[in-house]
């Protein structure tokens, strides 16, 4: 039988082994510092325009921001040929439910050549170039500081668009107060934010192999294929492009819904008829940055 004792010192009565009572009151009050340091980074920024996608990141910084700065902060949302054009109206929908100043940048990244070209530092290239051009507008708005999304999760992946964010001196204010992915998640619960369990995201351009031309024409065909998993309400997709083969990545617990012969074969159809020829699910299912793992193999070996 397990012993239960009473500690005064916290008021509630908590089971040994374990002492997992003390343990969530811990987790807690870490993720109470944390949140008070990114208020006070905030707060010592003075003014800040945000880099926001309308992710379950930036809109999280957007709405601490807007608390500590007041009318002090603005989002600046890029439109490009990468981007689900649903994020760009969901981040529309979240700056304006939150009354802060949102503007829009046009930014064809399709034209720079060496983007297009798709090496391993695609990101870099990509995060050098918007980066640049919203830091240009945050001279000419008056703003101190631009800022980012960033989470302190992101320095464990092979991420080249940070090595721009530290060039141009982008503030990442919630990697600066050591939030993970999952604290933001449970604070932006906390503060009912419709985002705190929305499946993670990035550019379309991700979906494409290393060193694979990017065109648009793989872009659209991405968007629309996983517009339609999204219509069948599966949330978290990628659906990457090889040439003519798309390899589904999906969370484990929707592996089996996929197989289904009904599914199945409206799935086949869809994707054939976007111009896949061969139709594969993947098995380790979706991971953040799989397109990654080649590029970890050769490091190691």
Not at 173 to 192: N, V
Not at 200 to 228: H, M, V, W
Not at 249 to 266: A, F, N, S, T
Not at 287 to 297: A, C, D, H, Q, V
Request: with cysteine; glycine share 4%.
């Amino acid at each position: 039988m397990e012993k239960i004792n009473y500690n005064k010192n916290v008021g509630a009565r908590f089971i040994e082994p374990g002492k997992k009572f003390i343990k969530k009151e811990a987790q807690k009050n870490n993720l109470k510092e944390k949140l008070n340091n990114l208020r006070k980074i905030l707060s010592e920024m003075r003014s800040v325009l945000i880099a926001y996608s309308g992710g379950v990141d930036s809109t999280f910084l957007l709405k601490v921001a807007r608390e500590e700065l007041g009318e002090r902060v603005a989002a600046v949302t890029v439109k490009s040929e990468i981007h689900h054009l649903s994020e760009i109206t969901d981040a529309k929908k979240m700056a304006q439910k939150f009354k802060v100043k949102h503007l829009f940048m046009d930014i064809d990244i399709l034209s720079n050549k060496e983007f297009v070209n798709n090496p391993p530092e695609r990101c870099y290239i990509c995060k050098k170039e918007i980066f640049s051009r919203i830091s240009e507008m945050a001279k000419e708005l008056n703003f101190n500081f631009v800022a980012d999304g960033s989470n302190y999760d992101d320095l464990s992946d092979y991420r080249p668009g940070m090595k721009a964010v530290r060039e141009l001196k982008i503030r990442s204010p919630l990697q600066e107060a050591l939030l993970t992915k999952d604290d933001i998640r449970l604070l932006s619960k906390e503060m009912d934010l419709s985002t705190w369990d929305k499946p993670s995201n990035s550019c379309l351009a991700t979906r494409i192999p290393y060193r694979d031309e990017i065109t648009l024409e793989k872009l659209k065909r991405i968007e629309q294929a996983e517009g339609f998993f999204h219509d069948l309400g599966i949330e978290q997709v990628r659906v990457r492009h090889y040439n003519k083969l798309a390899k589904i990545e999906v969370r484990e617990e929707d592996m089996l819904l996929l197989i289904r012969e009904d599914l199945r074969k409206k799935i086949i159809a869809k994707l054939k008829k976007l111009g896949f020829i061969y139709i594969t699910l993947d098995l380790q299912g979706y991971r953040s940055g799989s397109m990654n793992e080649e590029l970890k193999e050769k490091a190691e070996g």
